[in-house]
């Protein structure tokens, strides 16, 4: 019994010096996601026999391309935050914003995202890829935002004008929360110039 005593006592001074070298938890990541900007359609607007549009494949600069959120520093140099994360792949979240966004935007138009898998419709009237460039953060508080895109009509021998263009605007404050709603904002801007390019060519379709 008398043995037993030196042995509980050390056992506790372990576990309480252990508790005492044990690093407190660190700062987790957060994770983002892009969202479309809600727009009510008209009831009765969608059509289920429309003329089919795709949208994408979307692609991001290899920059990008990888989970941590980016700002630019200065001309040469950007930074990337390990503890404020994409939620998904940033071109897979481009592409669903994007199709969301035009397709209220074009509510009698069958607005899909490519894949690269088959679809239920037999004809794709418009495809539209589109390029991600840059979107970042910068120095002066502002989100920036450049793409391109090319509406691209598949049965016709009229050839189709790539578009490029950039996209800025104020962060509301410094939170996180701020700048990805700022980056849904010009996904939305984005998504309402695509729309309009469908749009017309849509009218010059055979």
Not at 9 to 29: E, N, Q
Not at 68 to 74: D, E, N
Request: proline share 9%; charged share 15%.
């Amino acid at each position: 019994m008398n043995k037993l005593i030196p042995l509980c006592l050390s056992c506790t001074l372990l576990i309480g010096l252990i508790g005492c070298i044990t690093p407190a938890p660190g700062p987790r990541s957060q994770f983002y996601q892009l969202q479309p900007i809600v727009k009510e359609v008209p009831a009765g607007a969608e059509s289920l026999d429309g003329p089919v549009v795709h949208i994408g494949p979307v692609e991001v600069s290899e920059y990008l391309n990888r989970p941590q959120m980016v700002s630019r520093i200065g001309n040469h140099q950007v930074a990337y935050n390990e503890l404020k994360r994409w939620a998904e792949p940033l071109q897979a979240n481009i592409l669903w914003v994007l199709t969301k966004n035009i397709h209220d935007e074009l509510p009698a138009v069958r607005v899909v995202p490519y894949t690269g898998m088959p679809n239920l419709y037999n004809v794709t009237t418009l495809s539209v890829p589109v390029q991600i460039s840059r979107m970042e953060t910068r120095p002066d508080g502002t989100v920036l935002l450049q793409a391109g895109w090319i509406v691209i009509p598949q049965k016709t021998d009229v050839g189709a004008t790539p578009v490029s263009m950039t996209f800025t605007k104020a962060v509301a404050s410094d939170t996180t929360e701020d700048l990805v709603a700022a980056q849904s904002e010009l996904i939305k801007e984005l998504s309402e110039k695509i729309a309009g390019d469908i749009q017309a060519a849509l009218k010059e379709a055979p």
